[in-house]
């Protein structure tokens, strides 16, 4: 089992000079420890999540991405999970690429339908209903597919048309980034990750949830002619590690036993403590779940 570091918190601690140190050191100690991947939130005001308000602080997610790549070298890295709305699909593309370029090859593209409509009224971002934001999500896929492969001509859409799909230089080692796509919906999200993904990310709301969710996944892989096995499952967890570490582990025990490869924990705390205390208590014997 994989361990990776879900940082969604900017607020901690309080002073915003100290928000780049923090990120440095947390990102390095996380890397030591072994983590696979460390992944920011795409939004640009703080949920709110446990007491969270908008008007803490909040970083753009592939900007703070570019940081972290010049003070790592191993660790995956990529945004849990993109918005769709919040970029178009030509200029994400290259985004993601120059990620990938400048971090020697460790971007994964997480993406999902974007929701959070308070940032997006409030920033001028297009609020449209659910159904196009998902047509929206299956174009975005497919032009960055496009994007990283060796066809660089046009893309017509229903909401995107592209004359070029030039991407130069392309991704690192004529390979593209993972796809990620995030979320549990079962009729839409799962059946895009059937189609198009390489990895699925869900909740981690308990294993009996997790494993209805893998069998509506499955199910639309063999709709889709899709080699289930083929597909990374990952898993994020939103409840206290360090206070709770037996319960964690035991469930990451069978969420491993269902698939799962790869769990992602969130600081509750100062992350430097926070990362510091699961690198010397919790990685190691996640490390040993097979």
Known sequence: MKLGLHYWNFSTPTEPELIAPTLAQTARIAED????????????????????????????????????????????????????????????????TTLDVLSGGRAQFGIGASWYEREQRGLGVPVVAMAERFERLEETIQICLQMWSDDDGPYRGRHYQLEETLCVPAPLGRRRPA??????????????????????????????????????????????????EAIEKTVMYSRPVLEET?????????????????????????????????????SPRVADIG
Do not use: W
Request: proline share 4%; charged share 20%; hydrophobic share 40%.
């Open 33 to 96: 420890a072994g983590m696979s991947s460390f992944t920011p939130m795409d939004h640009y005001f703080q949920m709110r999540y446990r007491g969270g308000s908008a008007n803490e602080p909040m970083l753009e997610g592939y900007t703070t991405l570019g940081y972290v790549a010049a003070l790592t070298t191993r660790m995956t890295l990529g945004l849990m999970v993109t918005g769709v709305m919040y970029r178009h699909p030509g200029l994400l593309a290259k985004i993601v």
């Open 179 to 228: 796809i990620m796509i995030g979320g549990g919906g079962e009729k839409k999200t799962l059946r895009l990750v059937a189609r198009y993904g390489d990895a699925c990310n869900l909740f981690a709301t308990g294993p009996d949830e997790v494993a209805h969710k893998l069998g509506v996944l499955r199910a639309h892989c063999d709709a889709e002619g899709r080699d289930y």
């Open 246 to 282: 037996g319960v964690f582990l035991a469930e990451a025990e069978e969420y491993a036993r269902l698939g799962v490869s790869e769990i992602q924990v969130l600081p509750d705390r100062h992350p430097v403590d926070f990362t510091e205390q699961v690198a010397e208590h919790v």
